[in-house]
């Protein structure tokens, strides 16, 4: 074939949505007006209705669209402060998350290092006491234990004022003991210290305020392959052995595996005497 084209029908042309809803518009108008004329009214009255119905549904979208704009221009600065506040208030939050978290970094930070130091004053702890607890054995404060040799004496069986143990006789052994090398004495239960004394209170020997009665034993802590040995061949030694058997006290020493050495009573340590002149010397220096 050859020509001119032929041109679509104008039907044809229009879109299909468009199409659909002018078909649809126009059977229901061709409907309506069906039904009026078949009610005796002209389809003019009927397109004058028609035309005011058009009319003020304009006039009330156009009033909606106002009342829609006017609300909308009243509320703009409503919600714009209300973002703002909103925004504020995320500002002000983030800045109090900021702070905590700068706050728990600190608070971290100390936690370590109060760690660090609670560990080294743990450690200096231990290390005190360690080095208290020895202190308290070498001073007589301590309780100890280890070999050593047990000794016992007691006055002579004849009864004579001769034969009796005097504080000079056990003082004499003990000191014989410290020089053939014992760590640790009792005698009759009390330690012997730097601050121990004994003392005749006429028949009675007394030691640490703690009056003795015989048989006597002491009990001294050292090496036992050389402490009785040495005890010996000291001075108080051989006048210790000459005494008993002279005035025939009983006297005997052995060896021991394992002995205890009791501490001294801590009442030793307290200075009563010191404080009694240090609170007579404040009343007469006091007007």
Known sequence: MSGTPTPLPERVRIPLLQLITQESLDE?????????????????????????????AVILFGLLVSIAAVQTSRTAPIRSASNEQLIARINDRRAAVAA?????????????????????????LSHATATQQSLLKKTGWGEVHGPGVQVRIDDAPNGGSSGQVRDSDLAGLVNGLWQAGA???AVNGER?????SLRNTASTVRINDVSLSPPYTVVALGDTKTLQS????TTSGIR????????????SMHNEGNLTVPAAPM????LRYA????QKSQEKESP
Do not use: C, W
């Open 28 to 56: 229901d108008y061709h409907h309506v007006a069906n039904r009026r004329h078949a009610a005796g009214h002209p389809a003019a009255r009927s397109s004058r209705g028609r035309t005011g119905l058009t009319a003020v």
């Open 240 to 251: 210790l052995n000459n005494l008993t058997s002279q005035f025939g006290m009983p006297f």
């Open 230 to 233: 040495r005890f010996v061949a």
């Open 267 to 270: 009442s030793m340590l307290t």
């Open 275 to 278: 404080a009694v002149e240090a």
């Open 192 to 196: 012997v210290t730097a601050l121990s």
């Open 100 to 124: 905590q978290q700068k706050t728990i970094a600190q608070l971290r930070q100390e936690n370590t290092a109060g760690d660090a130091a609670y560990g080294a004053l743990g450690q200096s």
């Open 183 to 185: 760590t640790a004495i």
